[in-house]
């Protein structure tokens, strides 16, 4: 099944499609997109990157890799915990430069994105 297919499965509430929760269609993430990177309120940048965290498409990484660097810490905050969701290796370097972050928020949400991560987390080889 196509992420296009489960995007319509989920907005028609048709079976099958349980493992998509109300995900928006293609269209949706560009809005979202543009008021991350153009809005200027910040709770609404704020609530762009958490949306689309929840979406949980690759393809917003880069926008949230992008929105570590944002003026208002809030934002900067909910990128981090949205790419947490995504686990894209893309995002491992930046989220742990954003451990270096003059806030606070911002670097719990850095560390606890980066705990959440299965491709961050390190294997351990077996006792023996």
Known sequence: MTMD????GAQEGLPGS??????????????LASTLSC???VTDRQAA???LGQI???CAAELLIAALGDA?????AAAAKALGRIDDRRAVRPLIAALG?????VRLAALSALSRMPSVRPSYPPEG
């Open 39 to 41: 809005h200027r309120d």
């Open 49 to 51: 990157a958490a949306a």
């Open 18 to 31: 349980s493992d998509v929760e109300q995900c928006p269609p293609a269209s949706e993430i560009g809005k």
């Open 101 to 105: 972050d003059p806030e606070p928020d």
């Open 72 to 76: 208002a810490w809030q934002v900067r």
């Open 56 to 58: 949980g498409d690759s």
């Open 5 to 8: 297919e489960r995007r319509t």
